[in-house]
């Protein structure tokens, strides 16, 4: 069993940065593929970004190219999300997931992930 607990969350005006920490239990961080997603209230919870177990390799979604960036640190057992020039449009609450697949890289559909953290709220307002 994996837990995974986001922090970081806050209010911000646009165009302002944050940066979302999730930090994982376990000994096996090092091997999964690492993915945030967001849901804005009334709407599903889309993919934002992912990153390979080794950080090699990373995947975002197209309106936040440019303005996020995943990172992560094996040893703190930590994924991180930097948010810069943020828009009213990213408001949500963030959640990390883990798809229990080792050595696997992809973004599959929202269903298949086994583990979710409590997510944590993002607010870009003036």
């Known amino acids: 069993q994996v837990q995974l607990v986001e922090s970081g969350g806050g209010l911000v005006q646009p165009g302002g940065s944050l940066r979302l920490s999730c930090a994982a239990s376990g000994s096996t961080f090092s091997t999964y593929t690492m993915y945030w997603f967001r849901q804005a209230p009334g709407k599903e919870r889309d993919f934002v970004a992912a990153?390979?177990?080794?950080?090699?390799?990373?995947s975002y979604v197209d309106s936040v190219k440019g303005r996020f960036t995943i990172s992560r640190d094996n040893a703190k057992n930590t994924v991180y999300l930097q948010m810069n020039s943020l828009k009213p449009e990213d408001t949500a609450v963030y959640y990390c997931?883990?798809?229990?697949?080792?050595?696997?890289?992809?973004?599959?559909?929202?269903?298949?992930?086994?583990?979710w953290g409590q997510g944590t709220q993002v607010t870009v307002s003036s």
């Open positions: 997931a883990i798809r229990n697949r080792p050595y696997q890289w992809g973004v599959p559909d929202r269903s298949e992930y086994e583990f």
């Open positions: 990153i390979s177990w080794s950080g090699s390799r990373t």
